[in-house]
C-alpha cells in the first residue's frame, strides 16, 4: 500500500507543475508575443533572436521552369529539381536524391564538406540531362542550411555556430552560400545560391505556394523552431529596413525561447543539466521529439527509486539516457488494448523492466499522456503567441482589447511539418484541443493548420524561384 501511495505522489506532482490550464496558456501566448516584440526591437533582446531572412515575398503559384535545391539540416543531405509550370497546384518533381554525410565530413574542414556537396550536385544535374545547364545558362539553387546563420541578403549568410552533431571550425563566421560556390566553380557547375534559407522559410513558403494565406510555419520532429511574415517596419533592431511587399519572413529559432510561465518540473531541469546544451533550447527541451521519450523515462525512474512497483533493483537501462525515443513513447501511450501488452513489451524490451502489473503499465501510460498533453498544449500557446503578435488571433494586436469586428477575423493558415506533429495523434489532438480553448470556437474556426510536406527541400527551390530573375 505505502509503496503505491508513494508513486502516486510523484505522478500528482507531475501533474501539478505540468499544468497547463487555459489562464495560463494565455500567459504564455503573451509572454511569446512580449518575447517577439523584444527580439525585434534590438539585437540581444530576447532570448528569441528573430532573425533576419531577406526572403521578402513568398511563392504564388506562378513561377516557371526548373529549379534546384540542396537540403543539408541533419545526417542526411538531399539533392532535388522541380519543375513548375505557373499554376500553382502542379509540382512536378522530377527528382529527389538523398544521401547520407559520411561522419568524417561532419568534424573536417569546410572545403571537404562543400566539396563532396559539390560533387552530390554535379553527379545529380548530370544525370538528369538538362539542357540549359549544360548549354551555360547560369542556373538557380536554393539552398536549405538548418543552421542558425547570420543573414545580410537573401543569398548569403554567415554561420553563427554548428549544431546536430557538426563541427567545422574553419566554418564558422564564414559565408555558406559563398563557400558552396566555390566548390560548384571548381567542378564547373554554372550555378549560383539565389536562396539561402533554413527549414521553416522552406516549409512557409511551400505552405504559401499553395494557399496564400498562409503566414507562418512550424517544424515540430526532433527538434522545433518557426518563422512568420513580419511588417519590416516592426523590425526595430534594422530601421529603414525596406523591401518591396513591406514583409519579411523572420526566423524566431523559438527552441530557445523561455518565460518564467512555463510549468517546468524537477525532470526538466535535470534533463537541460544533463544535456551538452544547459541552459539553452527550454522550449525546445520541453516540446520536441528528441526529449519527450526521454522526460518519461526520467518520470518511470523516479518511480523505481520510490517503490518496487518496476521490480527490484531497478534496471540499468533505464539510467541510460535517451533509451526511450519519443516514437516508443507514442506506442505506448496509444497503446488500445485491455491489457496494454505494447507498454509490457516497450517496458520490458527497451527499459529492461519484465513483469510490469497492469496497474504499473497504466501509470506509464498516464505519465506518456502528461508529458505529451503538456508539449502540445505548449505548441498551441506558442502559435498563437505568433498570430497574436500579427494580430491575428482575434484580439486585434498585442495591446489591443477584443472588439466585436475583430472576431471577423481574416483566415490564418499555419504550415506544420515534422513526424511529432504528423505521426503523433495524440499529441496532434491536444495542440488543436488547446487552440480551441485558448482562442474560443468561433475564432479557432479561423486558424488552420496545414501539413505541408517536404518544404525543406521543394521550399527551397520555390523561394529560389520566385527570387530568381529568369522566369
Ligand atoms: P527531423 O525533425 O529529424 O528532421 P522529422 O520531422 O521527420 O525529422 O521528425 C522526426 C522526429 O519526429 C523523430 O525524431 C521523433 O522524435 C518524432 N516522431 C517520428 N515518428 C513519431 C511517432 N510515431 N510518434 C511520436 N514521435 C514521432
Redesign the pocket.
Known sequence: RGKWRRVVRVLKELEEACETSVGRLKQVVDAMAVEMHAGLASEGGSKLKMLLTYVDNLPDGNELGTHYALDL??TNFRVLSIQLQGNRSSILEHDVERRPIPQHLMTSTGNDLFDFIASSLKEFIDKGNDSEVLLGGKRDLGFTFSFPTKQNSISSGVLIKWTKGFSIGDMVGKDVAESLEQAMTKKGLNMRVTALINDTVGTLALGHYHDADTVAAV?I???TNACYLERTDAIIKRQGLLTTSGFMVVNMEWGNFWSSHLPRTSYDIDLDCDSPNPNDQGFEKMIS??YLGDIVRRVILRMSQESDIFGLGGSSRLSMSFVL???LM?EMHEDRSLDLRDVARILKDILGIPEVSLKARKLVVRICDVVTRRAARLVAAGILGILKKMGRDGTGGITGTRSRSDVNMKRTVVAV????YT??TM?REYLHEAMIEILGEEIAKNVILKVTEDGSGIGAALVAASHSSNY
Not at 417 to 420: A, P, R, V
Request: proline share 5%.
Open positions: 539540416g541533419g517544424i520532429g526532433t527538434g521529439g528528441m525515443t519519443t516514437p507514442a511539418e515534422g513526424g511529432l505521426n503523433y499529441f
